[in-house]
């Protein structure tokens, strides 16, 4: 909320540029998909917990921006940390201009989130994830802990500090099982496993131990994402989706088919393995979770398609 007041600021700020999302010239797309016709649809600013993410193309809008967040750090009392800032400058056709900030070109954090130029997780980001999975869990291994707590301290302590990568980014299958292989070590210990592991995925009332199932986790973000994307609740992102999720998912929503775009499908794209999972989940008549009470995707999840009863 302190930073909405800078963020408006930039927005309508003419002098600071911004990015056009994808189909935005076509008015009809852009009303079906966020019902309204004059929304405006230019991005100029992204912004996660204190970090401000905004574009510039030259020096002239590297100086305008600066000058902006100094208003802002002398009208708050805020301050500006020149030091951490960094321009991730992505082109293939021209170089840089000489601006002021630090420019990187391989990758950088973006809200959060490390990514290279592609917009994948960077192969040593991933070593080091894996690497302090391990640290943490060596930590706890010394701790004399039943199963079920040992189920609790992954799901809570180990995995829940990766959501919010493993949702917003596609991490390979082969990392997948190599951290899930940590998790079910440190659940076991030093005792011989007597129990099916797809037992012990399931929910606690249904006799498991509510092992997290880091694919079926992944996979569920993936289809929450989907079923929002096919719902008619007006999101700016569904614009960048758009093209790669009308061939998979335009059976269960017309709309999402349009000869304006160009409909794509590539393996390597977020949204492609989002609508790949969507459409296997609507195929197999799962639904969207109607109120509070149900259970969630993930549960459905596993009950469908991995958990065997004791």
Known sequence: ???????????????????????????????????????????????????????????????ETYELFKKYSYASGGKTNDTKT????????????????????????????????QGQLPQEEIDKMVNNIKKEIGLWSSIRL???????????????????????????????????????SFFWGRIH?????????????????????????IISYRIKCGLTIISTTPKIWKLFALPYVGLHLYKYSPWLWTNLIPHLHDE??????????????????GDVINNGNDKSIYWKFINLNIYQPP
């Open 1 to 63: 909320m302190c930073l909405e007041p800078l963020l408006n600021l930039i927005r309508k700020n003419p002098r600071i540029p911004g990015v056009l999302v994808p189909g935005s010239q076509y008015r009809s797309i852009v009303n079906t998909i966020l019902q309204n016709d004059d929304t405006n649809i230019k991005i100029k600013t992204l912004a996660y917990a204190d970090d401000v993410i905004t574009f510039v193309f030259n020096t002239n809008d590297e100086f």
């Open 146 to 184: 039943s199963l079920c707590e040992r189920a609790s301290i992954l799901k809570c302590f180990i995995i829940s500090r990766l959501v919010y990568w493993f949702s917003s980014m596609l991490i390979n299958k082969n990392v997948i099982e190599s951290i899930q292989k940590i998790c079910s």
């Open 193 to 217: 496993p007597f129990i099916k592991f797809q037992t012990c995925v399931g929910r606690k009332e249904d006799g498991g131990f509510g092992l997290i199932h880091l694919e079926s986790m």
């Open 268 to 285: 390597k794209h977020f949204f492609n393995d989002v609508a790949i999972h969507t459409a296997k989940w609507l195929k197999r008549g």
């Open 86 to 117: 960094v321009i991730f400058w992505i082109s293939d056709l021209s170089d840089p201009p000489s601006f002021n900030a630090k420019i990187e070109r391989e990758k950088c954090t973006f809200l959060g989130i490390p990514m290279n130029a």
